[in-house]
T-cell receptor
Framework: DAKTTQPTSMDCAEGRAANLPCNHS???????VYWYRQIHSQGPQYIIH???NNETNEMASLIITEDRKSSTLILPHATLRDTAVYYC?????????????FGKGITLSVRP | GAVVSQHPSWVICKSGTSVKIECRSL??????MFWYRQFPKQSLMLMAT?????????EQGVEKDKFLINHASLTLSTLTVTSAHPEDSSFYIC????????????FGPGTRLLVL
């Protein structure tokens, strides 16, 4: 699977949008972009995934650039409970190599 | 939907004993389950991938005789840490992939193991 690059940390104010960037310049055509988050001492939580179109669900929006070399996860109205480590992962969706490999992620701190 | 449970949530054991951790997919069938380990302030490390009814595939550096994985049904996988030692103390997290629908993996809440 392609590797991803994320900043180490960022913060944002409660109620504002949090935009979390991710670079995946070596992504292959059959690899999806997945986002998970891990709140302290819990298992990772699935947020969203996409291939090339922008995606939105009740938790977040995923914006993927046209060349697919980078993406941004948007939490539209961050709350204190969104403080967590966010992981951007690229992987093929099926087959023997379709396992999630976690990097260091980005620590998002939401301040009151 | 897509709930994964783990039991126990935490366990303390003496060095040399074996510990079994259960992972269940509660509302879906999972042909593939994964086991991860996470040390403090580190990211998750994949230990092994298990497919229902077949032997697990272990990642490089993970001792298969020490970490026994059984995936006997589409909703249950177990990880047994045999002859546990203090260095095995860690946060163990399982994950299950929804059967035949998508490749999305859902994670359990984790099991914290402390070996004295």
């Amino acid at each position: 699977d392609a590797k991803t690059t994320q900043p180490t940390s960022m913060d944002c104010a409660e109620g504002r949008a949090a935009n979390l960037p991710c670079n995946h310049s070596t992504i292959s055509g059959n690899e999806y972009v997945y986002w998970y988050r891990q709140i302290h001492s819990q298992g990772p939580q699935y947020i969203i995934h996409g291939l090339k179109n922008n995606e939105t669900n009740e938790m977040a929006s995923l914006i993927i650039t046209e060349d697919r070399k980078s993406s941004t996860l948007i939490l539209p109205h961050a709350t204190l409970r969104d403080t967590a480590v966010y992981y951007c992962i690229v992987r093929v969706i099926t087959g023997a190599n379709s396992k999630l490999t976690f990097g260091k992620g980005i620590t998002l701190s939401v301040r009151p | 939907g897509a709930v994964v449970s783990q039991h126990p949530s935490w366990v303390i054991c003496k060095s040399g004993t074996s510990v079994k951790i259960e992972c269940r997919s509660l509302d879906f069938q999972a042909t593939t389950m994964f086991w991860y380990r996470q040390f403090p302030k580190q990211s998750l490390m994949l230990m092994a991938t298990s497919n229902e009814g077949s032997k697990a595939t272990y990642e490089q550096g993970v001792e298969k005789d020490k970490f026994l994985i059984n995936h006997a049904s589409l909703t249950l996988s177990t990880l047994t840490v045999t002859s546990a030692h203090p260095e095995d103390s860690s946060f163990y997290i399982c994950s299950a992939r929804i059967y035949a629908i998508s490749g999305t993996q859902y994670f359990g809440p984790g099991t914290r193991l402390l070996v004295l």
